[in-house]
């Protein structure tokens, strides 16, 4: 068995939908030799509509390394805690993360914990997910938890008649905004966004309302009212305007975004080489919002741009990262809360209430 002991590049997969976008900036050109100069190529054509970036899907394959050719499910059920870490038992990738680029609104949906996703929908997981907001333009746009007096039998209603916007709080985001999503949140995005979400490994969805559209086959999108009516909670608020937990680095910044016992969130800037250290707990995923550089390790070194993703796995130990241009990345992995979290911002004395706001047991 190969010794996994270097930074792993992975590729990304891209997903046409009805709502997305032809300009996928400022994280992908729309072909070689377009868009901005460190932005990743899209494989497209030029009029698709793309709305999600996958970057940890199963089918994400490995570039470098001795996993070369190899998808995310394939070398996640060969290798098992060599790649993803010791804390996790499963034999699939613990999360899934995406870009996601819209033109309009998605439909009005809510997701499942895991216990009603294994009792209806068995061999998958709840869906637990976070958003940070890359880009929000003037006419950008989300739905985000229930108005008061929203009952079930209007809610019903509403999503029959395809009117159920006007039941849901709207706002604004703001850039670096991060939001939280837990199961049960009745939820839409809408046009005018770029950002970034991770979740469980799932992507179970049950859509309540799309408004009449019809999907790229020309017919009317399934609704899942019954369940999705079962597992909306009308009692949740809406996890945003959250603390904004930035401190200064040596190489940059660190901030630590929003945490959860299935994921965590942290973005670094860098203007200098920085040095960090493997987890033989866990797999950590770095994806690359801007800039470009190298990753260095005992094992050599690789150029990263704009647009990448790179597995850092259990076995890499001490790495670097030089920056040709300044870089700022996202860092996501499953995390220990008290340790990742609760306890640094406590060293730096923050207080409690301040860091119960971003992380959620």
């Not at 229930?146 to 604004?172: D, I, M, N, V």
Request: charge should be neutral; glycine fraction near 8%; aromatic fraction near 10%.
């Amino acid at each position: 068995m190969p010794l996994l002991d270097s930074p792993l590049q992975l590729s990304n997969i891209f997903k046409p939908k009805i709502w997305g976008r032809t300009d996928l900036a400022p994280l992908f050109a729309a072909s070689q030799g377009q868009g901005s100069l460190d932005a990743a190529p899209t494989p497209l054509g030029p009029s698709e509509q793309i709305g999600e970036v996958w970057i940890t899907d199963d089918a994400s394959r490995f570039l470098n390394g001795p996993l070369a050719s190899l998808t995310l499910a394939e070398a996640s059920e060969k290798y098992g805690p060599e790649l993803h870490g010791r804390a996790w038992k499963g034999r699939r990738f613990p999360l899934l993360a995406k870009y996601i680029f819209t033109s309009d609104w998605l439909s009005v949906q809510v997701h499942p914990d895991d216990d009603y996703a294994r009792a209806h929908d068995p061999g998958n997981l709840g869906k637990c997910e976070m958003w940070y907001i890359i880009r929000s333009d003037s006419d950008a746009r989300i739905l985000l938890g229930l108005k008061p007096g929203a009952t079930e039998e209007k809610l019903k209603e509403a999503f029959e008649q395809g009117s159920s916007k006007e039941l849901l709080h709207r706002f604004r985001p703001k850039v670096g905004e991060a939001i939280f999503t837990p199961p049960g949140t009745v939820h839409a995005l809408g046009p005018g966004l770029v950002l970034f979400e991770v979740e469980q490994n799932s992507d179970l969805t049950y859509r309540l309302d799309d408004f009449g559209r019809l999907g790229l086959d020309g017919k009317p999108r399934p609704l899942h009212l019954a369940k999705g009516l079962d597992v909306m909670r009308l009692d949740l608020p809406a996890y945003r305007e959250l603390p904004r937990l930035e401190f200064r680095e040596a190489y940059g910044t660190r901030r630590y975004v929003l945490a959860s016992r299935f994921f965590a969130l942290e973005e670094i800037r860098m203007e200098k080489t920085a040095s960090f250290k493997s987890s033989p707990e866990r797999v950590e995923v770095l994806s690359l919002l801007e800039g470009e550089g190298r990753v260095e390790n005992q094992a050599g070194w690789l150029a990263y741009r704009t647009g990448e993703t790179w597995l850092i796995p259990p076995a890499a130990g001490l790495y670097r990262l030089v920056p040709r241009q300044k870089t700022r990345f996202l860092k996501f992995y499953v995390p220990d809360l008290d340790e990742d979290f609760r306890r640094p911002l406590a060293r730096r004395r923050v207080r409690p209430a301040l860091v119960n706001r971003i992380v959620f047991d």
